[in-house]
């Protein structure tokens, strides 16, 4: 069973995730996540926006994880919500509605 400290939380503290915002976002995956990181929780609490570039930029994170690992998403406003659902990225990432949430499904 993986320890809380196994578990990375990354923390988006801007506002919108969009096609500005996206290159920024992006370096800062490459200089924080690891190979070894299995379990992400990506925290939306602070993001009201997404557009589709914020979308992608989700994805290549995806991509960056070992296969073995799991990516969750949490703090998701109603509007980014329905983003996911309508891209079927609901069907991709595990979405919970905090990062606490997220922690106790994790580690499990």
Do not use: C, W, Y
């Not at 996206?22 to 009201?48: G, H, N, T």
């Not at 509007?79 to 997220?102: C, H, K, N, P, Y």
Request: hydrophobic share 50%; no cysteine; proline share 4%.
């Amino acid at each position: 069973m993986p320890q809380d400290h196994d578990i990375f939380v990354l923390r988006l503290p801007m506002e919108r995730l969009d096609a500005a915002a996206a290159p920024e976002f992006k370096a800062r995956l490459s200089e924080e996540i690891s190979e070894d990181m299995r379990l992400i929780i990506v925290d939306f609490s602070e993001v009201a926006f997404v557009d589709s570039t914020g979308l992608g930029a989700i994805v290549s994170l995806l991509k960056m994880m070992p296969r073995d690992g799991k990516l969750a998403v949490a703090g998701l406003n109603s509007s980014t919500l329905r983003l996911f659902q309508l891209t079927r990225l609901d069907r991709v990432f595990e979405i919970f509605d905090d990062v606490e949430e997220a922690r106790v499904a994790l580690s499990k």
